[in-house]
């Protein structure tokens, strides 16, 4: 089980530290609005990213196995939220001092936007594939 430590961390380094969607958002929230106010942000990426984890884990990756469309529909309901994003940024005016509908992303759509990121899906289960066994998931067996 130690010998997979070593790469079980470069793994999360790779995945933590090059720029993915969360990342550029919860940076631009930090830079318009402040650090205090991004937290909510920051706490619905990381609670969202541990919830799929967790599903994942739990058998959501053979729901997908089981049904590709389920995950051809994620794929495309993602990319097309980024587009999305991409067009709202690409449109805004940064000189029109109109603030009053400007405010953070919250808890709840960090963590909704988390589950439409696709840097996140492949995070979550391919570190699921990975760095994890079949026999380490079950408690029942004898050892």
């Known amino acids: 089980m130690h010998e997979m430590l ?17 990342v550029v958002m919860v940076t631009a929230s930090a830079a318009n609005f402040g650090f205090r106010r991004a937290i909510p942000h920051m706490l619905g990426i ?35 939220y980024l587009l999305y994003l991409a067009w709202r940024i690409a449109q805004a005016d940064a000189a029109s001092g109109d603030s009053t509908r400007a405010r953070p992303i919250n808890f709840v759509e960090a963590v909704l936007f988390t589950w439409v990121n696709p ?17 380490a998931t079950c408690c029942c067996r004898p050892r």
């Open 6 to 22: 070593g790469p079980l961390v470069l793994f999360a380094a790779a995945m933590c530290l090059t720029p993915g969607p969360n």
């Open 46 to 80: 990381t609670t969202g990213f541990g919830v799929m984890i967790v599903a994942a884990g739990f058998g959501l990756a053979g729901l997908f196995q089981a049904e590709p469309r389920l995950h051809a529909l994620l794929k495309y309901a993602g990319a097309t």
């Open 119 to 135: 840097k996140g899906w492949v995070t979550a289960v391919g570190a699921l594939a990975a760095y994890t066994t079949l026999e």
